[in-house]
């Protein structure tokens, strides 16, 4: 390249033009490929223009005509100037969007590779921890059963943490799939509200689980029978619900409530988590949903987790079909709503 009008254009970073193309190419070896490339027709006027972007040359800008047509004009110059510009800034991005994305994919794939790691000892720690709790390698004093319930509540939360870190690798690399069976609405709230009760009584709190159906007017009456059931993924959606439970319950001061709401309507479901906890600002709502976002870095030396059950229940809900939403006011409390489509 060091002997070519692109070289020279390159190096010299300006523009660089010949009046008959054709001549130039009579110079070149005969195996040189623009040779055969230009074979067959008379070459005119030539004009390079370097692509710059950042004080970087990422490329040439050539333009050709026929042995026949005018020379290249300072007009024709200005434009294939601004186009060169627009051209390098274009192709800048193209090479940055790359470079994020290859990162992005990077970070995936190590966080995969940590998680599934990182699960293996903590089985393995779970397993002691319980077979300590079961005093199957002999009675344990009372002290000693306290530390061993922290050490198993601390494994706990740390496998907690690698499952999301787990359905948020799966659904970057777009590896999780929907399996769709009959879901009973209510069924599917009240097995979530059995599973969180404890952690709710543990943090002083109440949890209620309640039933409603939805008129075309709006009016809401309670539902003691068995609602229809809806086409969906039944694991999916009921990881969505623990996710919200479980932020309610965290955010909620001793002594607040948490609601578990099955809204039936025609041609949906509203699963509605309301809390009477901490609340979010208005203007940070937009916020809550990024993975590993916490709004407050305070919040996440106090609450604990990864940042990533929002985020993860948005991605499945839409998987599902749905979406979630929120309301929330500061100092008062927040609510979560799951909409999923019957069918």
Not at 66 to 88: C, G, K, N, Q, T
Not at 106 to 123: D, G, M
Not at 133 to 153: F, K, N, S, T
Not at 261 to 269: E, H, L, S, T, Y
Request: aromatic share 4%; with cysteine.
């Amino acid at each position: 390249m060091a002997n070519t009008l692109t070289g020279l254009a390159i190096r010299e970073r300006r523009v660089v033009m010949h009046p008959r193309f054709s001549d130039f190419i009579a110079t070149m070896p005969d195996d040189h490929p623009l040779r055969a490339l230009t074979q067959g027709f008379g070459v005119g006027a030539i004009i390079l223009v370097p692509l710059i972007a950042q004080h970087e040359v990422i490329g040439v800008l050539t333009s050709l005509r026929l042995a026949d047509a005018p020379l290249f004009s300072m007009r024709d110059e200005r434009r294939l100037r601004v186009i060169a510009d627009h051209a390098a800034v274009a192709l800048r991005k193209s090479q940055l969007f790359e470079a994020v994305d290859a990162a992005n994919q990077a970070k995936t794939a190590f966080l995969a590779t940590i998680s599934h790691e990182l699960r293996t000892p903590l089985t393995a720690l779970t397993g002691y921890g319980e077979l300590l709790a079961d005093e199957i390698l002999g009675a344990l004093q009372p002290a000693q059963l306290d530390m061993v319930e922290r050490m198993r509540a601390v494994t706990n939360h740390l496998a907690v943490m690698i499952d999301e870190i787990l359905s948020y690798t799966n659904l970057e690399a777009g590896r999780e799939r929907v399996v769709v069976t009959a879901v009973a609405p209510d069924a599917l709230a009240r097995d979530v509200c059995a599973a969180m009760e404890p952690r709710a009584r543990a943090h002083g709190l109440q949890l209620r689980c309640e039933v409603v159906h939805r008129d075309t007017a709006g009016h809401e009456t309670e539902v003691h029978s068995v609602l229809p059931t809806l086409q969906s993924d039944g694991d999916k959606l009921r990881q969505v619900i623990a996710n919200l439970c479980d932020n309610a319950i965290k955010f909620t001061p001793r002594g607040g409530m948490v609601w578990l709401r099955v809204i039936d309507a025609a041609d949906m479901v509203c699963f509605e988590v309301r809390d009477s906890g901490i609340g979010i600002a208005a203007t940070r709502l937009s916020e809550i949903f990024q993975p590993f976002k916490q709004l407050d870095s305070g919040l996440t030396r106090r609450y604990g987790g990864a940042g990533l059950g929002l985020h993860i229940s948005q991605q499945l809900a839409a998987l599902l079909g749905g979406w979630v939403g929120v309301e929330s006011v500061l100092g008062e409390g927040s609510v979560f709503r799951v909409v999923i489509p019957r069918a």
